[in-house]
DNA sequence: AGATTAAAAGACATTTTTATCCTTTATATG
DNA sequence: CATATAAAGGATAAAAATGTCTTTTAATCT
């Protein structure tokens, strides 16, 4: 549905979020043993986030990653779309060149408003939104 | 959100539905080309169809592949669990070990009940479910 | 039986995704 | 300034998905 590469991402952005801020901000390693995320793998994956101000990163002695308050407006369709590309849930189930209601693929109906929901979900839901549930106690981070 | 080869197999098993009969069975190079998939692969697609019972096939002269009235009655579900494997679509988005609504994980409510129905829908609906529909102007097959 | 047809099966090649390692750059601190 | 720290960046490796090619098996027809 999404890639692993997604997966890390909003893993590892909804672990800083919960657990980073400005002046305590977390290593790399730091995040990959609690989010079970392989060390180098993660730290590529921060890059690419840093690179789209999805994370913000301070190298050197007391450095690391953390949100800024900007970074937790952040909704979730863009760490998607940073890791996976604009059209992996957008795109049509069968391959037509669109996903249109006017002239629906033969599955299109099965999924149709369901995926339509669900990126809109995903684009009117940030970073910070999520946290509030978490905290909330209303959802769970995995390990 | 399914692989390719899932895509290719429903592609293929639609167009053996409206196309085909068990008097009118059709080469594995009379699908690729109107269906755009190049041959060889959709050659081990249908074999991988054929071993699950999801299509039907006969060797030699005047063989080729068709769907029996029994394949009709396949759940779309069926077709995209036999290439991609029981969870792709039912599991955690996050890599939580279930998707459990009483155990959320942040991204579940964003994706829930979509995805639920989403799954419902396929195991509801059949290949012949789908045909009407195309046979009705409903929905069209992808080239 | 022999020849031809077409799927089944196996081997192999390419691309993409996932993962690891090593070097470089920026920052802080003594 | 020298040194340590930690992310950034580059190179490489392993695994999975996708795609191709060749050989084998089963069916049909002369
Ligand atoms: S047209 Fe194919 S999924 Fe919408
Ligand atoms: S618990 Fe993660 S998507 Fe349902």
Known sequence: MISNSSKYAVKAVLY?????SEDHKI??????????????????VLQELSRHN???SVR???????????NIKTPLM??????DGDN???????????CDAEHPCPMH????????????N???????????DIKAGKSFLPL
Chains 1, 2 share one sequence.
């Open 54 to 56: 999805i994370v913000s």
């Open 78 to 83: 863009k760490i998607i779309q940073v890791m």
């Open 122 to 132: 995903l684009e009117e839901n940030t970073v910070g939104d999520l946290v509030k």
């Open 16 to 20: 800083l979020a919960v657990n980073s």
């Open 60 to 70: 050197g002695p007391g450095g690391g990653f953390y949100l800024s308050k900007e």
């Open 109 to 120: 109906d099965l999924v149709g408003n369901t995926k339509v929901n669900f990126v809109k």
């Open 88 to 98: 992996r849930l957008t795109s049509c189930m069968l391959s037509l060149q669109e």
């Open 27 to 44: 290593l790399a390693k730091d995040i990959s043993t609690p989010t079970n995320i392989p060390k180098a793998y993660l730290s590529k």
